[in-house]
């Protein structure tokens, strides 16, 4: 099997200027590209929404080697509801941690050097107190499942993943495709899953010839695929081709081949004044002020 990469996970934003803040002023990460589109994604990139949207990719630094968040906002929603799906993601940096206590963002302490925080939105960071040893801080993103052996059977025996550790007594499974990279931690929390409106997607790259491999794969043993092979533009840039897959319990899984999201996600060092360009010009929370309605729920 050839190299494949987690690449990122995608958060639904409806307060799009207070998340970009706490990205880069409390987590210390920085825009790395910023694209606007006006109209849906054909893989549902931006959640089951036609109207106009855009995608944020922020990070500690490129997206060939570190793992990073992808912020979609819709412009119509106002709000998504959290269910019990996505239960953080970790990041080491004693940076971060300082930054929080100066901004007097809410904190805090589990235990010993752990502490919690939440982005705007309710998703929680879990921000461990010391100097990352890695280059890229983002350790784990942790994911809730109902059953453990299914989940852990699925990501292992048929997307390849590596089981780095096993916690039975915490129903806890760590497990990734390279040791440098970011992990994905499976939590047994014995109950169905609720993936509210505000559910995510975690990010993989694989060699583009192993894609349809990958489909042939799931359609084989029965699993669900959300979105069959296809090739998605963004206006200016590369070309993807991706796969949409769903695990046992619901959980959205975008494979994309390396090649040409290697080229897509280039660092555009205008990536910042674009975002700040856009949030300048966004006038849709005025609109639904002044026509004295509620911007919808999704």
Known sequence: ?????????????????????????????????????EEGCKATCNGPYDGKWSKTMVGYGPEDDHFVAELTYNYGVGDYRLGNDFLGMTVVSHQAVSN??????????????IYLVEAPGGYK?????????????VLKVTLAVS???????????LLGMKIYQEDEPQQRVLLGYAEDQCKLELRGIGQAMDH???????????????????????????????TPFVSLDTPGKATVEVVILADPDGHEICFVGDEGFRELSKVDPNGGKLLDEAMAADRS???????KIAKPSA
């Open 1 to 37: 099997m050839g190299v494949r990469r987690a690449l990122h996970f995608v958060f639904k934003v409806a307060d799009r200027a207070q998340t970009v803040r706490f990205y880069r002023e409390v987590l210390g990460m920085r825009v790395l590209r910023h694209e606007e589109f």
């Open 100 to 113: 929080a206590q100066k901004l007097e963002w809410p904190l805090k302490e589990i235990s010993g050097g």
């Open 125 to 137: 960071f879990y921000l461990e107190d010391r100097e990352s040893p890695k280059p890229d801080p």
């Open 147 to 157: 059953s453990l052996p299914r989940s852990v059977a699925f990501w292992s025996k």
């Open 196 to 226: 509210g409106t505000a559910f995510g997607r975690i990010a993989f790259s694989c060699p583009k010839e192993q894609l349809l491999d990958i489909e042939a794969l799931m359609k084989k043993e029965n699993q669900k695929i959300l």
């Open 285 to 291: 929370d005025e609109w639904f002020a002044k026509h």
